[in-house]
């Protein structure tokens, strides 16, 4: 059976049960700062089970197949991704949950059903395991399924009882098992294998024999039932659920495996067309015996990982998430090199997954441009130093020939592993496996010491910058001081209508930094969500006042917090925030949402958002897109933008269905959870987004949009800064004074300021030219100066003298240069006279004269003498003021006589 059937009968026998088909989250957590990825098909549902919200459409049972990825964190499986049969990067899992509906006589029933009747498999293969003290569930094995307590075993807390956390929902798990000794094509026993757990045809084994023979391989377990029945207790105590629920958890790819009779999940129909695409990349044909066969193997399932990573949002960075995926994608990388590529190849994989896998996930369809380009991106910029690092990583860990050498050869110490980290871009963890295969060890203290020294420094700046605010413990309401009145009432929202209301105070609550947190029966303050910043504002009470500067959602409450004064009691109250404030602000998020239609506009539908900040002095918007945006493409984006504001097109609100909401085309962002009712914008015609933030009801509001820059902040991300409205038009104000200040320092109008600087830019290109050609002696001044030299001295030394024409001394000493590089063996007298009014007489003297003691310090001297003048400088060159330029020819008549004594040899 094919893993595309075994999906769809698994959502369609649990839908025919009653149960709502969910839709697989984004891998991206929404709203857990616990997880880094998605890692179980419980993970969208954690606040239904925790009872902090009620449960999708308010139906009591789901299924869905769920997107998973365990790399980094608590479950970091990349070390053993490609040599094992069963671990993986991205796996789907296919889950059935009860919210407290039925528990475990439906769950046992549903899932031994499903097996025997919808997978087929031989009741007679398969065995189960329960908490050794859940008699309830062991009964229920026998009663439903007819199993004998032989084939029912019974294991501990660590393999069967489930916790989300030290205390909280937990409960016992019961798994199924299959044999894959009577199943799997490919099995063999291990070398050695021994034991009753060996006997092919033995139905009944002691519990010894079942763990051994699970560890070693034969009994596979594939499905998962948690019986969350408890709540544990901050002293360890477990008190029974009011409403027990069910999660459970059956992974496709082993499910797969199974029916396909395969012991390697890459053997079955969802990874064959990978290994068949790594072979046609890389020009060798895929053998599993082979020890390179294991580098297949991590290609085909890094290319999954990392084309559902980026479809969901996550881009390549240096930390959290972004880091996890390049260590994935750095991982491939090497791999690759192992087949002997020295080019991307993981790229081409990934398309393959886009194309097998697009019409169940269509968010990779959607992407496939973004995906397929930084996929690429990525692959050549570690090209571009693995080999460097690979060099440098043979001088640390040599291979060396394992006959009678230590097991342990070496440590790389923490700061060799650091620079191949830093300068070479290798990931610690694949500095640590190549390591470990050549025997050595890696010094990970000394590592993460000098990686912690480079965060502190390069997080020095910004920490002083930022504002340390403690507002802990405001999500817990008990520790809040309830209105007597009012108690903690469904806070409302009002801010889309009014920024000022007359409400109430419902709950307050003194926070460790001096300020309060309070909570409104009405609240106008919005509390940052989507990019948008929180709203500051003030709350009037009577005797007393909330100067708000910062909003936090408490419960889906809008909790306002901020400095009080005044004597507090319960009772009406004012809350207002700013009216300027917060038509900036909506001017702002409006114009984001223009810019993105824009973006995809011209740049093409692989861009999408990836981040933003709507404030009300500016916006930023980040988005997919590889290399930076031309000039020319940045002023077509902001012209589309003027426009739609221009159009003064009325901006619509309405709250749909989220499927109805997609289907009619609403942008989503990726990575954002949203529920089953959600709110649409819409400016007709033209864009179309789910967003909770505040907006301007007509685009003509916005009144003028500004680009400021286009920046790369991540590999495949760009960020767009702008203005709108007042900020806009204090730019434009900004830009017209200095303008008019420029003009008046080139002596124009701004009008004519384009064709000042075009003839000042003229006139210094002329300039430049000249002391170019002087310089290099390609000067008809210099030409003229060597022709007419004269002999002085013997020994072929010549003088050159003469009035030139230079700009400023720094020219005339260009000249001078050129006369020392032209005349060979000589001296050479040259005068000027400047804009300025200045006189210089410059001298300059070859090399090979002053080794025989011609001075062209002591000859300025006396010439300059000759014309009343006086100065001083090297052997080689010197200058002198000259009062009168009518005088040079004084001077430069007495330099042949003063010239040949001074080459006259002494006595």
């Given at each position: 059976m094919r893993a595309a059937e075994i999906r769809a009968?698994?959502?369609?026998?649990?839908?025919?049960?009653?149960?709502?088909?969910r839709p697989s989250s984004s891998l991206v957590p929404s709203d857990?700062?616990?997880?880094?990825?998605?890692?179980?098909?419980?993970?969208?549902?954690k606040k239904v089970f925790l009872g902090m919200q009620e449960p999708p459409e308010g139906n009591r049972r789901a299924t869905t197949s769920q997107k998973c990825v365990r790399a980094?964190?608590?479950?970091?499986?990349?070390?053993?991704?490609?040599?094992?049969?069963?671990?993986?990067?991205?796996?789907?899992?296919?889950?059935?949950?009860?919210?407290?509906?039925?528990?475990?006589?439906?769950?046992?029933?549903?899932?031994?059903?499903?097996?025997?009747?919808?997978?087929?498999?031989?009741?007679?293969?398969?065995?189960?395991?329960?908490?050794?003290?859940?008699?309830e569930a062991r009964a229920l094995w026998r009663e439903i399924a007819g199993l004998p307590d032989s084939r029912i075993y019974g294991l501990g807390d660590k393999d069967n009882f489930w916790q989300m956390a030290d205390t909280g929902p937990c409960g016992p798990c019961s798994e199924i098992f299959v044999d894959a000794a009577h199943l799997a094509r490919d099995w063999r026993f291990p070398d050695g294998a021994s034991g009753e757990w060996t006997e092919l045809d033995r139905q009944e084994f002691s519990l010894d024999a079942f763990i051994e023979g699970s560890d070693k391989d034969r009994f596979i377990e594939f499905w998962n039932l948690v019986f969350m029945q408890y709540d544990k207790q901050p002293d360890g105590r477990l008190v029974p659920l009011p409403r027990p629920s069910v999660d459970t958890g059956a992974g496709l790819e082993r499910i797969s495996a199974i029916t396909q009779g395969e012991m390697m999940v890459f053997h079955t129909d969802l990874f064959e067309p990978l290994l068949k695409a790594v072979e046609r990349t890389v020009g060798i044909t895929y053998d599993p015996r082979e020890e390179w066969g294991a580098s297949f193997r991590v290609l085909a399932d890094h290319a999954r990982a990392v084309a559902f990573l980026l479809a969901d949002g996550v881009f390549p960075s240096n930390e959290g998430r972004g880091y996890v995926l390049r260590r994935i994608l750095r991982r491939a990388v090497r791999h690759a090199w192992l087949l002997g590529r020295k080019e991307p190849t993981?790229?081409?994989?990934?398309?393959?997954?886009?194309?097998?896998?697009?019409?169940?996930?269509?968010?990779?369809?959607?992407?496939?441009?973004?995906?397929?380009?930084?996929?690429?991106?990525?692959?050549?910029?570690?090209?571009?130093?693995i080999e460097g690092g690979l060099t440098r990583f043979e001088q640390l860990a040599p291979l060396q020939t394992a006959d009678g050498g230590p097991e342990i050869r070496g440590t790389i110490s923490g700061d060799d592993a650091f620079r191949l980290y830093d300068t070479f871009g290798f990931p610690i963890d694949l500095t640590e496996l190549m390591a470990r295969e050549r025997g050595y060890l890696v010094d990970i203290p000394g590592f993460d010491a000098a990686l912690e020294t480079q965060r502190r420094r390069s997080q020095e700046e910004r920490k002083s910058k930022k504002l340390s605010v403690d507002v802990g413990g405001l999500e817990n309401l008990s520790d809040w001081e309830i209105s007597p009145r009012a108690g903690v009432a469904?806070?409302?929202?009002?801010?889309?209508?009014?920024?000022?209301?007359?409400?109430?105070?419902?709950?307050?609550?003194?926070?460790?930094?001096?300020?309060?947190?309070?909570?409104?029966?009405?609240?106008?303050?919005?509390?940052?969500?989507?990019?948008?910043?929180?709203?500051?504002?003030?709350?009037l009470g009577d005797g007393w006042r909330v100067d708000v500067d910062d909003v936090k959602k408490i419960d889906g409450r809008?909790?306002?917090?901020?400095?009080?004064?005044?004597?507090?009691?319960?009772?009406?109250?004012?809350?207002?925030?700013?009216?300027?404030?917060?038509?900036?602000?909506?001017?702002?998020?409006?114009?984001?949402?223009?810019?993105?239609?824009?973006?995809?506009?011209?740049?093409?539908?692989?861009?999408?958002?990836?981040?933003?900040?709507?404030?009300?002095?500016?916006?930023?918007?980040?988005?997919?897109?590889?290399?930076?945006?031309?000039?020319?493409?940045?002023?077509?984006?902001?012209?589309?933008?003027?426009?739609?504001?221009w159009r003064a097109t009325p901006v619509t609100t309405r709250e749909l269905p989220y499927q109805e909401a997609r289907a009619l085309g609403a942008m989503a962002l990726f990575g954002e959870k949203y529920g089953d009712v959600v709110r649409v914008v819409s400016v007709p015609d033209f864009s179309m987004e789910l967003c909770g933030g505040t907006h301007v009801r007509n685009t003509s509001q916005i009144g003028v949009f500004k680009i400021l820059a286009e920046t790369g902040v991540a590999a495949g991300v760009r960020r767009i800064e702008a203005v709108t409205g007042p900020g806009a038009y204090a730019v434009y104000k900004s830009e017209?004074?200095?303008?008019?200040?420029?003009?008046?320092?080139?002596?124009?109008?701004?009008?004519?300021?384009?064709?000042?600087?075009?003839?000042?830019?003229?006139?210094?290109?002329?300039?430049?030219?000249?002391?170019?050609?002087?310089?290099?002696?390609?000067?008809?001044?210099?030409?003229?100066?060597?022709?007419?030299?004269?002999?002085?001295?013997?020994?072929?030394?010549?003088?050159?003298?003469?009035?030139?024409?230079?700009?400023?001394?720094?020219?005339?000493?260009?000249?001078?240069?050129?006369?020392?590089?032209?005349?060979?063996?000589?001296?050479?007298?040259?005068?000027?006279?400047?804009?300025?009014?200045?006189?210089?007489?410059?001298?300059v003297v070859t090399d090979d004269l002053r080794e025989r003691g011609v001075r062209a310090d002591a000859l300025i001297k006396d010439i300059a003498a000759a014309a009343g003048g006086r100065g001083g400088g090297k052997p080689h060159m010197a200058q002198a003021g000259i009062p009168d330029a009518s005088r040079f020819d004084d001077a430069l008549a007495r330099a042949p006589e003063l010239v040949r004594d001074a080459l006259s040899p002494r006595s």
């Amino acid at each position: 059976m094919r893993a595309a059937e075994i999906r769809a009968r698994f959502l369609d026998y649990f839908a025919r049960n009653g149960h709502a088909v969910r839709p697989s989250s984004s891998l991206v957590p929404s709203d857990d700062p616990t997880l880094l990825f998605t890692n179980a098909g419980m993970v969208q549902f954690k606040k239904v089970f925790l009872g902090m919200q009620e449960p999708p459409e308010g139906n009591r049972r789901a299924t869905t197949s769920q997107k998973c990825v365990r790399a980094g964190g608590k479950h970091n499986d990349l070390e053993q991704v490609g040599h094992t049969a069963r671990h993986l990067t991205f796996f789907e899992m296919l889950g059935n949950f009860s919210f407290g509906d039925y528990f475990k006589r439906d769950a046992i029933r549903f899932a031994w059903e499903f097996v025997t009747k919808e997978l087929e498999l031989d009741p007679k293969l398969l065995r189960v395991s329960v908490h050794h003290s859940d008699d309830e569930a062991r009964a229920l094995w026998r009663e439903i399924a007819g199993l004998p307590d032989s084939r029912i075993y019974g294991l501990g807390d660590k393999d069967n009882f489930w916790q989300m956390a030290d205390t909280g929902p937990c409960g016992p798990c019961s798994e199924i098992f299959v044999d894959a000794a009577h199943l799997a094509r490919d099995w063999r026993f291990p070398d050695g294998a021994s034991g009753e757990w060996t006997e092919l045809d033995r139905q009944e084994f002691s519990l010894d024999a079942f763990i051994e023979g699970s560890d070693k391989d034969r009994f596979i377990e594939f499905w998962n039932l948690v019986f969350m029945q408890y709540d544990k207790q901050p002293d360890g105590r477990l008190v029974p659920l009011p409403r027990p629920s069910v999660d459970t958890g059956a992974g496709l790819e082993r499910i797969s495996a199974i029916t396909q009779g395969e012991m390697m999940v890459f053997h079955t129909d969802l990874f064959e067309p990978l290994l068949k695409a790594v072979e046609r990349t890389v020009g060798i044909t895929y053998d599993p015996r082979e020890e390179w066969g294991a580098s297949f193997r991590v290609l085909a399932d890094h290319a999954r990982a990392v084309a559902f990573l980026l479809a969901d949002g996550v881009f390549p960075s240096n930390e959290g998430r972004g880091y996890v995926l390049r260590r994935i994608l750095r991982r491939a990388v090497r791999h690759a090199w192992l087949l002997g590529r020295k080019e991307p190849t993981l790229v081409s994989i990934v398309e393959e997954v886009i194309g097998r896998m697009g019409d169940v996930y269509p968010e990779l369809r959607q992407r496939s441009k973004h995906i397929i380009n930084t996929t690429r991106v990525e692959e050549q910029g570690f090209l571009s130093t693995i080999e460097g690092g690979l060099t440098r990583f043979e001088q640390l860990a040599p291979l060396q020939t394992a006959d009678g050498g230590p097991e342990i050869r070496g440590t790389i110490s923490g700061d060799d592993a650091f620079r191949l980290y830093d300068t070479f871009g290798f990931p610690i963890d694949l500095t640590e496996l190549m390591a470990r295969e050549r025997g050595y060890l890696v010094d990970i203290p000394g590592f993460d010491a000098a990686l912690e020294t480079q965060r502190r420094r390069s997080q020095e700046e910004r920490k002083s910058k930022k504002l340390s605010v403690d507002v802990g413990g405001l999500e817990n309401l008990s520790d809040w001081e309830i209105s007597p009145r009012a108690g903690v009432a469904e806070a409302s929202f009002v801010g889309y209508e009014t920024v000022e209301i007359d409400t109430e105070v419902t709950a307050v609550k003194h926070l460790p930094d001096g300020r309060v947190g309070m909570l409104l029966r009405e609240s106008p303050f919005y509390a940052e969500s989507g990019g948008q910043i929180s709203d500051r504002g003030e709350i009037l009470g009577d005797g007393w006042r909330v100067d708000v500067d910062d909003v936090k959602k408490i419960d889906g409450r809008p909790a306002a917090i901020g400095k009080m004064t005044g004597v507090f009691h319960f009772g009406a109250a004012r809350a207002l925030v700013p009216s300027d404030r917060r038509r900036d602000t909506e001017r702002n998020h409006t114009a984001t949402h223009l810019l993105h239609a824009a973006l995809r506009q011209t740049l093409g539908e692989a861009v999408h958002q990836a981040g933003s900040l709507v404030a009300p002095d500016r916006l930023r918007f980040d988005f997919t897109h590889h290399g930076p945006v031309a000039p020319e493409k940045l002023q077509e984006i902001e012209a589309i933008v003027n426009r739609e504001i221009w159009r003064a097109t009325p901006v619509t609100t309405r709250e749909l269905p989220y499927q109805e909401a997609r289907a009619l085309g609403a942008m989503a962002l990726f990575g954002e959870k949203y529920g089953d009712v959600v709110r649409v914008v819409s400016v007709p015609d033209f864009s179309m987004e789910l967003c909770g933030g505040t907006h301007v009801r007509n685009t003509s509001q916005i009144g003028v949009f500004k680009i400021l820059a286009e920046t790369g902040v991540a590999a495949g991300v760009r960020r767009i800064e702008a203005v709108t409205g007042p900020g806009a038009y204090a730019v434009y104000k900004s830009e017209e004074r200095a303008l008019g200040r420029v003009a008046e320092l080139l002596k124009t109008s701004p009008d004519g300021l384009e064709k000042r600087v075009s003839t000042l830019l003229e006139e210094r290109r002329l300039l430049e030219r000249r002391l170019d050609e002087a310089m290099r002696g390609g000067g008809d001044q210099l030409q003229t100066l060597i022709g007419r030299a004269q002999s002085i001295g013997g020994n072929g030394s010549r003088l050159v003298s003469g009035v030139v024409r230079a700009g400023d001394v720094k020219e005339l000493q260009a000249l001078g240069d050129a006369i020392r590089e032209k005349l060979g063996s000589g001296v050479g007298v040259i005068a000027a006279s400047f804009e300025d009014g200045k006189n210089t007489l410059l001298v300059v003297v070859t090399d090979d004269l002053r080794e025989r003691g011609v001075r062209a310090d002591a000859l300025i001297k006396d010439i300059a003498a000759a014309a009343g003048g006086r100065g001083g400088g090297k052997p080689h060159m010197a200058q002198a003021g000259i009062p009168d330029a009518s005088r040079f020819d004084d001077a430069l008549a007495r330099a042949p006589e003063l010239v040949r004594d001074a080459l006259s040899p002494r006595s």
